[in-house]
């Protein structure tokens, strides 16, 4: 079983900057990747940035330029700073961490975390 906690969320007004962390526990050997969906209200989950084993990242256009994501595997955390906050990034943020079959990218089995709501408003 594996938990992930996540902390940072809040309200902030449009142009600021917020840190959202994640931390990973139980039994995470193997873990492949981790990173971030969001949900905003009457859409669907969606990709925001992801750090695989081997370094590399995938991110969503919309927040490239602005997110960065970082994953410390001496800690199993992965924390994504985002600036220049947009209303339009307000949302549920869920931390993701994933298993893959093999040396590929075949999903085995993934957890989430409980989100941390992020509110971008005037």
């Known amino acids: 079983q594996v938990q992930l906690v996540e902390s940072g969320g809040g309200l902030v007004q449009p142009g600021e900057s917020l840190r959202l962390s994640c931390a990973a526990s139980?039994?995470?050997?193997?873990?492949?990747?981790m990173g971030w969906y969001r949900q905003a209200r009457g859409k669907q989950r969606e990709l925001v940035a992801v750090?695989?084993?081997?370094?590399?990242?995938d991110s969503a256009d919309s927040v490239k330029g602005r997110f960065s994501i970082s994953r410390d595997n001496s800690k199993n955390t992965v924390s994504l700073q985002m600036n220049s906050l947009k209303p339009e990034d307000t949302a549920v943020y869920y931390c993701?961490?994933?298993?893959?079959?093999?040396?590929?990218?075949?999903?085995?089995?993934?957890?989430w975390g409980l989100g941390t709501q992020v509110t971008v408003s005037s």
């Open positions: 993701n961490a994933r298993w893959f079959a093999g040396s590929g990218y075949d999903l085995l089995y993934e957890y």
């Open positions: 139980g039994t995470i050997s193997g873990m492949g990747a």
């Open positions: 750090v695989f084993n081997d370094g590399r990242i």
